[in-house]
């Protein structure tokens, strides 16, 4: 990457270009007024140091707590050499990320780990030495490879001439990015992290805006005011939609399953709360997939007819969770439930359609992440359940979509 004495010379490709991509692949939105508004800030002299980057990037390009820990890992990975999975230390999902596999290679290729011993060690085992390694990595890195010289012209580096140029070794501040990468402090409330009881409060945040519906007669006063006061006086009566209470919110949660068992808790918690804002709303039951009755009870022993579930009102807000995950009889096939007294001679996928035509306000969420929907066990049926319903994973990010999704087709 060409540099110069002047980092925003003509001549040279643009600083920071390739971090501004970077975060756009963890799923930072950067758009042009923020990078226009970095370089003006860098012109002006308003950053000295490394810290005082990683804080005046953060500012201006971060507008959301869902994508600061994204940010940090990013800014880790691009000015420290230091890549950081998405997951907390203990969370056994990281055993399936590229960070873990990768150190797991290099540690048996050194000889740290014997390949003799790897079969012998449990993944607790594993999983504590990779964050030594990290935290070891961390405490000791004073800079990474990247814009980082002792001296010449790169606008980064210690003793070096670039007039504008900011200071990474020497004067550095306690190495407080680091320290502050290093926390995790965001991690709880990333996109892509499953729900927990930790960021329930930020998934009521995004479903609150599915309520306004209705006809625009609600005078809204303040445009009323504005209006009339561009109109010279003359009165210009504005309406919007009120918020009505009464939509009804159906859950449909599968828990007969394992797989299951992490996440129904959480869900629970979740639209039990949002019964505050919801007042009518109806919690139901069934195990892998939909047949002849649901249940209102966790157990499965209070059964309700399908029938008497399609009555309810079709402008009604619908989500089902599940895994979609079963065998291909179990969804397509006459008599296919598998639990001892459940007899419908109509395939479970007929039941999930006539549900999908008489609630079109419906979305399915899966607590598989999206990204192992086309490699997981059971694939054959998720993705036939995601021809029916409009499916996101159980993560902040695919609840968001799935309330978008919900909004726009009410047409809010």
């Given at each position: 990457?060409?540099?110069s004495?002047?980092?925003?010379s003509?001549?040279?490709?643009?600083?920071?270009?390739?971090?501004?991509?970077?975060?756009?692949?963890?799923d930072?939105?950067?758009?042009?007024?923020?990078i226009?508004?970095?370089?003006?800030?860098?012109?002006?002299?308003?950053?000295?140091?490394?810290?005082?980057?990683?804080?005046?990037?953060?500012?201006?390009?971060?507008?959301?707590?869902?994508?600061?820990?994204?940010?940090?890992?990013?800014?880790?990975?691009?000015?420290?050499?230091?890549?950081?999975?998405?997951?907390?230390?203990?969370?056994?999902?990281?055993?399936?990320?590229?960070?873990?596999?990768?150190?797991?290679?290099?540690?048996?290729?050194?000889?740290?780990?014997?390949?003799?011993q790897?079969?012998?060690?449990?993944?607790?085992?594993?999983?504590?030495?990779?964050?030594?390694?990290?935290?070891?990595?961390?405490?000791?890195?004073?800079?990474?490879?990247?814009?980082?010289?002792?001296?010449?012209?790169?606008?980064?580096?210690?003793?070096?001439?670039?007039?504008?140029?900011?200071?990474?070794?020497?004067?550095?501040k306690?190495?407080?990015?680091?320290?502050?990468?290093?926390?995790?402090?965001?991690?709880?409330?990333?996109?892509?992290?499953?729900?927990?009881?930790?960021?329930?409060?930020?998934?009521?945040?995004?479903?609150?805006?599915?309520?306004?519906?209705?006809?625009?007669?609600?005078?809204?006063?303040?445009?009323?005011?504005?209006?009339?006061?561009r109109?010279?006086?003359?009165?210009?009566?504005?309406f919007?939609?009120?918020?009505l209470?009464?939509?009804?919110?159906?859950?449909?949660?599968?828990?007969?399953?394992?797989?299951?068992?992490?996440?129904?808790?959480?869900?629970?918690?979740?639209?039990?709360?949002?019964?505050?804002r919801?007042?009518?709303?109806?919690?139901?039951?069934f195990?892998?997939?939909?047949?002849?009755?649901?249940?209102?009870?966790?157990?499965?022993?209070?059964?309700?007819?399908l029938e008497?579930?399609?009555?309810?009102?079709?402008?009604?807000?619908?989500?089902?969770?599940?895994?979609?995950?079963?065998?291909?009889?179990?969804?397509?096939?006459?008599?296919?439930a598998i639990?001892?007294?459940?007899e419908?001679?109509?395939?479970?996928?007929?039941?999930?359609?006539?549900?999908?035509?008489?609630?079109?306000?419906?979305?399915?969420?899966?607590?598989?992440?999206?990204?192992?929907?086309?490699?997981?066990?059971?694939k054959?049926?998720?993705?036939?359940?995601?021809?029916?319903?409009?499916?996101?994973?159980?993560?902040?990010?695919?609840?968001?979509?799935?309330?978008?999704?919900?909004?726009?087709?009410?047409?809010?």
């Amino acid at each position: 990457m060409t540099t110069s004495a002047d980092p925003f010379s003509l001549h040279a490709e643009p600083l920071f270009l390739d971090f501004f991509y970077l975060l756009r692949d963890y799923d930072v939105p950067v758009s042009l007024t923020e990078i226009i508004d970095i370089y003006k800030g860098l012109e002006l002299g308003l950053v000295k140091t490394l810290d005082e980057l990683f804080l005046f990037m953060r500012l201006a390009l971060v507008k959301r707590p869902e994508h600061l820990d994204s940010f940090e890992r990013a800014f880790a990975l691009y000015f420290f050499d230091i890549d950081l999975p998405a997951v907390a230390e203990g969370d056994r999902d990281l055993l399936h990320t590229k960070q873990f596999r990768e150190w797991l290679e290099q540690a048996v290729e050194s000889g740290e780990i014997p390949q003799s011993q790897l079969w012998r060690m449990n993944r607790d085992d594993l999983m504590k030495m990779f964050w030594e390694r990290v935290r070891e990595q961390m405490e000791a890195h004073h800079g990474g490879n990247r814009w980082i010289g002792t001296g010449g012209t790169s606008p980064f580096g210690h003793s070096g001439f670039s007039e504008r140029g900011i200071r990474v070794h020497g004067g550095w501040k306690n190495r407080s990015a680091i320290k502050v990468i290093g926390d995790r402090r965001y991690l709880a409330y990333d996109d892509h992290q499953t729900l927990t009881g930790a960021n329930i409060r930020q998934v009521l945040g995004t479903l609150k805006h599915m309520v306004p519906v209705g006809p625009h007669d609600a005078l809204d006063l303040d445009e009323t005011i504005r209006e009339t006061s561009r109109n010279g006086g003359e009165i210009e009566l504005v309406f919007k939609r009120r918020e009505l209470d009464r939509i009804k919110l159906l859950l449909f949660i599968d828990n007969g399953g394992t797989s299951m068992l992490p996440f129904v808790k959480h869900v629970q918690l979740l639209f039990s709360k949002v019964r505050d804002r919801f007042k009518d709303t109806q919690t139901y039951y069934f195990h892998n997939t939909i047949y002849g009755h649901v249940y209102r009870n966790p157990r499965r022993t209070d059964a309700v007819p399908l029938e008497k579930v399609l009555q309810e009102s079709p402008e009604a807000r619908v989500f089902f969770i599940g895994d979609a995950s079963m065998a291909p009889e179990e969804l397509f096939s006459d008599y296919g439930a598998i639990e001892w007294g459940t007899e419908d001679a109509l395939p479970s996928i007929e039941r999930l359609k006539h549900l999908r035509e008489r609630f079109k306000y419906s979305v399915w969420l899966n607590p598989i992440p999206a990204g192992e929907w086309d490699i997981t066990y059971g694939k054959y049926t998720l993705n036939a359940i995601r021809e029916v319903f409009h499916m996101e994973d159980l993560s902040l990010g695919g609840i968001k979509k799935a309330v978008t999704y919900l909004q726009d087709k009410a047409g809010l």
